[in-house]
């Protein structure tokens, strides 16, 4: 299944036939009732009601829309808790295969040059731009096994191999007090995050997957491994990170999703 011509869902996730699902779920997300506060509240016809607004043209729901989806990114953020930890799982029930998932068809994944491949490093950074595979598999590499969450409904269990991202923000000289991160990738997408969710001891700069090179089809030659976060938050085929204070959107965040898209 890809997103392809797919309207939001912010809910879906929540209902995910195991009940082990939703249980993992609401633990990573920490509470979705308060996650979710301003769409389960504030409909609109309650937004109308508090604050005058127009809301019989589409331009005007759009706008309250944005300004509620917003809001839930705030009250995300303020619920992130730098400290607290996804749950991860034994070798015994990774999921095989793991799911492909992209916005587009599997035949249209990138196809990447290891020998060209270069990761560059711009804005708020002072230390290496450049960096080639082998350097980056040459720093201290971990593994986790965790649930990926998608906001379409299913999860899956992978084991994640790799560099974690504050290490290599650390070594790539960037400014930990910036506000954002933003990756962007082969394929076209983009996203971008909190400094707080980029140095999470969980948050990894992924190269290998089930304890072999990532394949093409989860992301190769890298991606960002994040199980504080929805699907969508994790971008495949990384070929430039930047280090900004200024919000870069993304993808999916600029078409409505929500910003934060996790715990």
């Known amino acids: 299944m890809s997103f392809r011509n797919r309207p939001e869902k912010p809910n879906t996730f929540a209902s995910c036939r195991a009940e082990s699902i939703i249980t993992d779920a609401r633990n990573e997300l920490k509470n979705p009732a308060r996650r979710l506060l301003g769409k389960r509240i504030l409909t609109l016809g309650g937004i109308a009601m508090l604050s005058g607004c127009d809301l019989s043209n589409d331009k005007s729901v759009n706008s309250m829309l944005r300004k509620m989806s917003s809001f839930n990114d705030d009250v995300q953020a303020l619920l992130f808790n730098p400290n607290m930890l996804a749950p991860t799982y034994p070798e015994s029930i990774i999921t095989r295969p793991f799911p492909f998932n992209a916005f587009y068809d599997i035949d249209e994944v990138p196809e990447v040059d290891v020998a060209t491949y270069r990761l560059q490093v711009s804005g708020l950074a002072n230390g290496k731009r450049v960096w080639t595979l082998g350097e980056l598999r040459a720093l201290p590499q971990h593994s986790q096994i965790t649930r990926h969450i ?94 900004t204070n200024e919000y870069p959107g993304g993808y999916w965040e600029n078409q409505g999703y929500n910003w934060f898209g996790g715990s």
């Open 150 to 243: 998608c906001i379409e409904g299913w999860s899956a269990i992978g084991r994640w191999d790799g560099v974690r991202f504050a290490e290599f923000l650390k070594r790539a000289g960037a400014d930990i007090t910036a506000k954002y991160v933003s990756l962007h990738c082969a394929d076209n997408y983009w996203t971008s995050i909190d400094m707080p969710t980029a140095l999470h001891p969980q948050t990894q700069l992924t190269l290998g997957y089930d304890g072999q090179t990532l394949p093409p089809k989860y992301g190769f030659p890298m991606k960002l491994r994040m199980p504080t976060k929805l699907g969508y938050k994790n971008p495949k085929h990384i070929v430039a990170i930047s280090v």
